[in-house]
């Protein structure tokens, strides 16, 4: 069954600190994988993808099919990269399967 | 464009009543679909409508249904709500289906609460 998985529901970093957002997804097809945010009192929207192989706002992800995973990482955060992360997976006929979420906080 | 708008912003009903949500996509954008959002997780993905027909449907009993319409705006309808249905209602359009490339920009969504 498809699924994603996120393990964290809250991380706590320092300003500059490096982050990762860990996401863990299980399916059998070729995976479509994304990351959405959502800032305080803002609509979810789309950060990245993995084919696009994008750094958006300094951050990265990439699919490893070996290990089912698709990691949000930023060497340095910042305190606006506070927000609400979600790891989301495109799975056959046009269903989405959205993890559920991390809570990023970046402490001064 | 004030982008994907939702209504009504909350609402309020008893068990076993009906309840109709309304979504109008982006101006120029094909796709519309629905999600669920409890509290303290992820949305849940509902429907899919594309040009008027349904393209995907998640795990959603039948007392769900959803249509769009030829202006691409769409409804999302439940009955004989329950406890459980109380949630976040969002939708999201896209130009295309909601394939890679299509990115979809989400609503505000619609605050259920069933007492």
């Known amino acids: 069954a498809q699924r994603v998985t996120q393990p964290e529901k809250l991380l706590s970093v320092f300003k500059g600190a490096p982050v990762e957002l860990k996401c863990n997804y299980s399916?059998?097809?070729?995976?479509?994988l994304f990351w959405y945010v959502q800032y305080s009192r803002q609509r979810l929207q789309l950060l990245l993808r993995h084919i696009s192989r994008e750094s958006i706002k300094g951050f990265t992800a990439d699919l490893n099919k070996g290990e089912t995973s698709f990691h949000l990482k930023k060497p340095f955060a910042q305190e606006e990269d506070s927000a609400m992360y979600y790891c989301?997976?495109?799975?056959?006929?046009?269903?989405?399967?959205f993890g559920s979420g991390t809570k990023l906080n970046v402490k001064p | 464009d004030a982008g994907v708008t939702q209504s009504p912003t909350h609402l309020i009903k008893t068990r076993g009543q009906h309840v109709t949500l309304r979504c109008s996509p982006i101006?120029?954008?094909?796709?519309v679909s629905w999600y669920q959002q409890v509290l303290g997780q992820g949305p849940q993905f509902i429907f899919q409508?594309?040009?008027?027909?349904?393209?995907g449907r998640g795990n959603f009993p039948d007392r769900f249904s959803a249509r769009q319409f030829p202006n691409y705006s769409s409804e999302l309808n439940v009955n004989a709500l329950l406890l459980g249905d109380s949630a976040l209602y969002l939708c999201?359009?896209?130009?295309?289906?909601?394939?890679?490339?299509?990115?979809?920009?989400f609503g505000p969504g619609t605050r259920l609460t069933v007492l």
């Open positions: 409508y594309y040009e008027k027909e349904e393209r």
């Open positions: 989301a997976l495109k799975a056959n006929f046009n269903k989405f399967y």
């Open positions: 999201a359009s896209s130009f295309g289906g909601a394939g890679s490339g299509n990115e979809q920009f």
């Open positions: 399916y059998s097809g070729s995976p479509e």
């Open positions: 101006s120029g954008h094909k796709s």
